[in-house]
């Protein structure tokens, strides 16, 4: 079955102990995305990789570093997690984003984190 | 920059029609629209290319005006089951990055 896998689900931790959120794709997709989402402010997007080795910072970067090694996986890394970082986290992948049709997201089920 | 959506919520009774606009103050490429229901992660609905193409899925259809820089969802009959969070993504070029609104909030009463 095509699809976007987030692992954990649900995370509750402690300021300051590194995390790592991974997401993986099993469509072949070129282009992977992290999102962020807050009531009242929608979907807000950290980070974004065109293709292995290339990411790029969105909007909200600030806080989280991501990696592209492999095509199929775009972990999210928070170093020192804070209590503003408390939200829900979306992956999302697209087979390209250089032609219509193509660049369909389909996103993972989502990531709820609560940073104490 | 984020585009705009409008309205921030909307409540209909089932079988009413609503409209949800999108706009940006950038020329724009192309427009997606997505909707969320309550928990669960955001689906692709359809997306607009410029050139003021409109395009329809069951009752819900949409336009974009590239003058305007705007698109609108047209749900026509709305059903309990079009309840959610609809979000537009646009893009400012080919291969731009999509960038999300904030939502609207539709909700579909019995």
């Known amino acids: 079955e095509a699809q976007v896998t987030q692992n954990p689900r649900y995370l509750i931790t402690v300021t300051g102990k590194k995390l790592t959120v991974t997401c993986s794709q099993n469509?072949?997709?070129?282009?992977m995305s992290w999102y962020r989402q807050d009531p009242g402010l929608g979907l807000r997007q950290i980070y974004y990789?065109?293709?292995?080795?290339?990411?790029d910072k969105g909007d909200v970067p600030e806080g989280y570093k991501v990696s592209r090694k492999e095509k199929r996986n775009f972990p999210l890394i928070l170093e020192s997690p804070s209590p503003n970082q408390t939200s829900l986290y979306f992956c999302?992948?697209?087979?390209?984003?250089?032609?219509?049709?193509?660049?369909?997201?389909?996103f993972g089920p989502g990531t709820r984190l609560t940073v104490l | 920059q984020q585009p705009v959506q409008s309205p921030q919520a909307v409540i209909l009774r089932e079988g009413e029609d609503a409209v949800i606009n999108c706009s940006s103050s950038?020329?724009?490429?192309?427009v997606h629209w997505y909707r969320q229901k309550h928990g669960e992660a955001p689906v692709f609905l359809m997306i607009?290319?410029?050139?003021?193409e409109q395009k329809g899925h069951e009752k819900i259809s949409a336009s974009f005006n590239e003058k305007k820089q705007q698109s609108s969802l047209y749900l026509t009959a709305s059903q309990l089951s079009y309840s959610g969070t609809y979000f537009c993504?646009?893009?400012?070029?080919?291969?731009?990055?999509?960038?999300f609104g904030k939502g609207t909030k539709l909700s579909v009463k019995p």
């Open positions: 469509m072949n997709h070129e282009y």
């Open positions: 993504g646009t893009r400012r070029g080919s291969q731009g990055n999509l960038i």
């Open positions: 990789s065109m293709n292995v080795e290339v990411t």
């Open positions: 999302a992948s697209s087979l390209t984003t250089s032609r219509v049709g193509t660049d369909t997201q389909y």
């Open positions: 607009l290319l410029k050139g003021g």
């Open positions: 950038k020329a724009l490429y192309s």
